[in-house]
């Protein structure tokens, strides 16, 4: 299986309901740094995985749609707990998206699963990986 | 898949039997910086993998076992290679256990795997992956 | 000239006025990694340049009273933009006056110099030096 | 699973074919860092994955076949789009070669899989991952 | 003192000429991660050292302009050897120029000095420190 | 002012002395990542500050002296309390020594000051920074 990861980061202010959240159930807020893996089983015909130049762009694209924001009062979030693993699939399923799309190129449709971490210090991350459907 | 990690570390001595261990057969020592991966299909009725709070507290009680210790006098260690490798399944099996127990709470039952890295310096590092037996 | 530095973090959520700041006028938030390094001529009488585990604490004390909060919303930053920067000389200047108080131990009347940087990404860092008063 | 991982890294020089790479088609250069992963589900008899000293020897010799050269002109290399996730192919099967050879040691037929990744900035980074054939 | 620091990269290819470069003296590349810092006694009004924005902007324009490219093939660096201690120094010095230009705004104007990092591997960075002439 | 740095790293074990060391007062031990800098005003000849080949393996020889082993009973350590501050200052003084003694080469002779920074964890690091007597 081949790999390939960029890497990006959010700033953004939340807060939790539910008390196991604790003191994070106040106001607070969090750079996120966001690596979004693309994988597949095989390269495509110019020897890569995605164009990378695409995956950075189309990244960044979805993250701008709630970086510097508080995500408390974004309708996309409206009742949901932003914890780190759920943003991890959010982002995940966008990339998705962007890829059923064609934003990150025709090749791009030969990616077999996406991974997403959000490491939101330097003693805590999280993830979400999935798998697409392939053209078959 | 769902995936959080919290980060620690131990500083230990100990020394290592076999000639293929070279000078680590002296005493010496590490640290290790220890990430603990919890896994799971989905996330609990809080929108989380685990209570951050609650993985990074036990994740510490387990470490503090043995931290700022000489594994070669320790009981628990007798006779046994403490290679970093086997390091890391030992405290994944001290975090099943715990999550058994229920110190991670209730939700943390629904967890599927565990993964522990450790970091014994910039150019080395050591896992181990189990799965979790689920209660169904 | 010694150094010892010790690293912790917050989770914070503010906004700035003024229109350099573009998009970071808006409500969002930040991870601050944040490094305290105490620097002095001459080591204790211990061989150390402050006991390492009274840094850790106090810093976390320091960085506690506004840790998860919105500092927009803090009496004690009222007024003020709280850039990253601005945010360095802030947690000097506490920890400076801990040290004066005598909360880093006897032996930190010997320390010259303070240092402190706060990481807000894994591409921006901002930080502040000051010295101390020494007793002569 | 158990696994271990050594970081060792190279610096070349190479260009791509193909309009998809952009300004790196023009002759330009790397440093990658190179992250060799070996994992196998039972530890030998040491307690270990395999020889770290001999892990980190064996990749430096697959490193030193290319390293301080520019891609382009190595014969090795002919014709080939030298990607960050083709070259981490490359390098796990160099070294897929070298246990199957003995290099890493006896215990080292063990091993059932190899992970390889190339860190090619602090912002991305590609990987590859393959089984081994195990004796059996 | 205050500070910010901001970071980006380059991936260029080169060659140096003189024995002590060993087989760097053949045609190979880096991937040099680039830390540009300013330096101030007192923040500006906006309580900046300088938008970060604007010196994010500023540092990618100069790496912009020997990005993705061959250094030997450059005619601003012919007979040079680009070492990384040197390169950091053009760095430092294209960002005062810029500086001294207004290009990172008029608050700048009040920056007291420039430090410049290239980080070629995760074993081995280079500096180069340098006041600038204020206005006074 | 220019600088270059090299990093490796040494695994040891040791004791304290002293109530303010606690836990840290058993055999207990640590990898110390060791960042030795080398700074000058002007460069060499070659264009740089000093052979990176030869202060990595100069840096590496003076940690050969005690890798690896428990500094307890080491007869150069004895009676000292090898903290991560002091262990800075002997390695840098060691280097200073190979500078003197030409081990570093010719061109050595000008570096202006060495510091070494050794870092014990990923949240706590010690440093010692020196000038050196140059020829006059």
């Not at 994070?24 to 995985?49: M, P």
Request: aromatic residues 8%; glycine residues 8%.
């Amino acid at each position: 299986m081949f790999s390939i990861t960029v890497r990006d980061h959010v700033m953004i202010a939340h807060s939790f309901r539910g008390e196991v959240f604790g003191p994070a159930q106040r106001l607070h807020g969090a750079t996120f740094l966001v690596d979004a893996t693309f994988k597949r089983l095989e390269l495509d015909s110019d020897n890569i995985v995605v164009d990378i130049g695409l995956a950075t762009q189309e990244l960044n694209k979805v993250l701008a749609a709630f970086n510097y924001r508080n995500l408390d009062e974004e309708p996309q979030f409206a009742g949901i707990n932003t914890s780190t693993e759920w943003l991890a699939k959010h982002i995940a399923d966008q990339l998705a998206e962007k890829i059923s799309e064609g934003a990150l190129g025709e090749g791009a449709h030969g990616i077999d699963a996406i991974a997403v971490t959000l490491h939101e210090s330097h003693v805590a991350w999280a993830g979400y990986e999935r798998a697409l459907r392939t053209a078959g």
